[in-house]
């Protein structure tokens, strides 16, 4: 799990872990992009510029005045991304997208709300290509790496019933999807963290569905940038009554 303070460069700083983990042979990436259809176009147009380098609206795609951000760079041997959704307001994941597309070619990238019928879509796409496990029969995507981004982490991810329960809607998909893949990641992005540090760490019992999305690999804080504004700098600090700094 990363965290940051609030507009202060989590979004980049993502986008940089994007361009990393395509480098290093990752075949999807997965954008969990807030809870709205506004969020998730905004999220698109960023990664549009910054990872794809060209509009992905519907139309636009591989035109040559589509070239955006860093799609104006001439770099030899440049990766060919395929995004499977768009910066249009009704861009979401569709099923009728991947009719012909399969998984372990060029990378992919979907930018999508945390919406159960969208995750379910997706998880359907996945299992469709992977292979029956020999020993529990689950449908299994192998030696094709998932790269799976949650930015507000703590909005919607966290499974907030009890654990002789099925775990929340949105909360299962995720698990399921990460359970599709032989190889996979999920980092969270935050500015408020609690929910996610109050997760239960999975235990000897394993869930049909998956670990839960506990960060038991890492919690990294962004540093904010020198020029950031927030709420320390709009209203300073207290002393508290030992005479010291306390932060607010």
Same mark, same amino acid.
């Given at each position: 799990?990363?965290?940051?303070?609030?507009?202060?460069?989590?979004?980049?700083?993502?986008?940089?872990?994007?361009?990393?983990?395509?480098?290093?042979?990752?075949?999807?990436?997965?954008?969990?992009?807030?809870?709205?259809?506004?969020?998730? =176009?905004?999220?698109?147009?960023?990664?549009?510029?910054?990872?794809?380098?060209?509009?992905?609206?519907?139309?636009?795609?591989?035109?040559?005045?589509?070239?955006?951000?860093?799609?104006?760079?001439?770099?030899?041997?440049?990766?060919?991304?395929?995004?499977?959704?768009?910066?249009?307001?009704?861009?979401?994941?569709?099923?009728?997208?991947?009719?012909?597309?399969?998984?372990?070619?060029?990378?992919?990238?979907?930018?999508?709300?945390?919406? /159960?019928?969208?995750?379910?879509?997706?998880?359907?796409?996945?299992?469709?290509?992977?292979?029956?496990?020999?020993?529990?029969?689950?449908?299994?995507?192998?030696?094709?790496?998932?790269?799976?981004?949650?930015?507000?982490?703590?909005?919607?991810?966290?499974?907030?019933?009890?654990?002789?329960?099925?775990?929340?809607?949105?909360?299962?998909?995720?698990?399921?999807?990460?359970?599709?893949?032989?190889?996979?990641?999920?980092?969270?992005?935050?500015? /408020?963290?609690?929910?996610?540090?109050?997760?239960?760490?999975?235990?000897?019992?394993? =869930?049909?569905?998956?670990?839960?999305?506990?960060?038991?690999?890492?919690?990294?804080?962004?540093?904010?940038?020198?020029?950031?504004?927030?709420?320390?700098?709009?209203?300073?600090?207290?002393?508290?009554?030992?005479?010291?700094?306390?932060?607010?």
């Amino acid at each position: 799990m990363v965290v940051g303070e609030v507009q202060s460069g989590k979004t980049a700083n993502y986008t940089g872990l994007i361009c990393k983990a395509v480098d290093a042979g990752y075949k999807l990436i997965i954008v969990l992009a807030g809870m709205t259809d506004d969020l998730r =176009s905004q999220t698109q147009s960023r990664l549009d510029a910054e990872f794809l380098g060209f509009e992905s609206q519907i139309g636009k795609i591989h035109n040559k005045d589509s070239r955006i951000g860093v799609g104006k760079f001439e770099i030899p041997g440049q990766l060919i991304v395929h995004p499977l959704t768009d910066r249009s307001k009704d861009g979401d994941f569709r099923a009728k997208k991947t009719a012909n597309l399969q998984l372990g070619g060029n990378p992919i990238l979907l930018v999508v709300k945390k919406n /159960t019928s969208v995750l379910k879509r997706i998880l359907a796409w996945v299992q469709k290509q992977g292979k029956p496990h020999p020993e529990t029969g689950k449908r299994i995507v192998d030696d094709i790496p998932l790269l799976l981004i949650d930015d507000e982490a703590d909005n919607a991810s966290v499974n907030t019933r009890s654990e002789d329960e099925d775990p929340t809607a949105i909360n299962r998909a995720i698990r399921q999807i990460l359970n599709s893949f032989q190889k996979s990641s999920y980092v969270g992005y935050t500015a /408020t963290p609690f929910a996610n540090i109050f997760i239960l760490p999975d235990d000897d019992n394993k =869930s049909e569905y998956g670990d839960d999305l506990f960060p038991k690999g890492f919690i990294y804080c962004i540093a904010p940038p020198s020029n950031y504004v927030g709420p320390k700098q709009l209203f300073g600090l207290s002393e508290d009554l030992d005479g010291g700094e306390k932060h607010y």
